[in-house]
T-cell receptor
Framework: EAGVTQFPSHSVIEKGQTVTLRCDPI?????LYWYRRVMGKEIKFLLH????????ESGMPNNRFLAERTGGTYSTLKVQPAELEDSGVYFC???????????FGSGTRLTVV | GDSVTQMEGPVTLSEEAFLTINCTYT??????LFWYVQYPGEGLQLLLK?????DKGSNKGFEATYRKETTSFHLEKGSVQVSDSAVYFC?????????????FGAGTRLFVKA
């Protein structure tokens, strides 16, 4: 089966610009998660979709971040406008059952300059 | 709230050395515990997991035992290889805390020298 796909793999943008990250989960996985790792620190939860619904978005840092999952398939994470502290690696993961462990994508490395 | 603490790296070992990466956790419920690994240039991969006390997760020669009494889940391998060089993340998932998010530690980078 195909894994979790994220693109772009790298993005360099200027402060104030907009960037949209995309995640394609494993087919049939209702649960989709976004995480990010900033500056080599711990990987932090951003939000959790079950199908197209946001189950938990308690980790979203502020209203510059907008996540969508229209139709319950792929998801996008938009950062608008980007700030320097948004730089990091954004991971997407999917699972069938919430507590059995995830399958992660390779991540998108975002650099805001 | 729930948290995971793991030993700081980097850890540098010679090939065939014994590896231990310590991990302790705090949780309000009965979490499942995981070790994830990130090889250079790749995404995170689930290495092993344990879902209840005294369970031992194992994979690729790595082992970790869920110790409720010490709230620990230390990762061990008897003989490391150069190909084990990676970043290792300890993590927990605690639905009893009211959600299904996974809490990760900060990661421990392992370098194995030939």
């Amino acid at each position: 089966e195909a894994g979790v796909t994220q693109f772009p793999s790298h993005s360099v943008i200027e402060k104030g610009q907009t960037v949209t990250l995309r995640c394609d989960p494993i087919s049939g996985h209702d649960n989709l998660y976004w995480y990010r790792r900033v500056m080599g620190k711990e990987i932090k939860f951003l939000l959790h979709f079950v199908k197209e619904s946001k189950q938990d978005e308690s980790g979203m840092p502020n209203n510059r971040f907008l996540a969508e999952r229209t139709g319950g398939t792929y998801s996008t994470l938009k950062v608008q406008p980007a700030e320097l502290e948004d730089s990091g690696v954004y991971f997407c993961a999917s699972s069938q059952v919430e507590t059995k462990g995830y399958t992660f994508g390779s991540g998108t490395r975002l650099t805001v300059v | 709230g729930d948290s995971v603490t793991q030993m700081e790296g980097p850890v540098t070992l010679s090939e065939e050395a014994f590896l231990t990466i310590n991990c302790t956790y705090t949780a309000t419920g009965y979490p499942s515990l995981f070790w994830y690994v990130q090889y250079p240039g790749e995404g995170l991969q689930l290495l092993l997991k344990a879902t209840k006390a005294d369970d031992k997760g194992s994979n690729k020669g790595f082992e970790a035992t869920y110790r409720k009494e010490t709230t620990s889940f230390h990762l061990e391998k008897g003989s490391v290889q150069v190909s084990d060089s990676a970043v290792y993340f300890c993590a927990l998932s605690d639905p009893g805390a009211g959600g299904f998010k996974t809490i990760f530690g900060a990661g421990t980078r392992l370098f194995v020298k030939a």
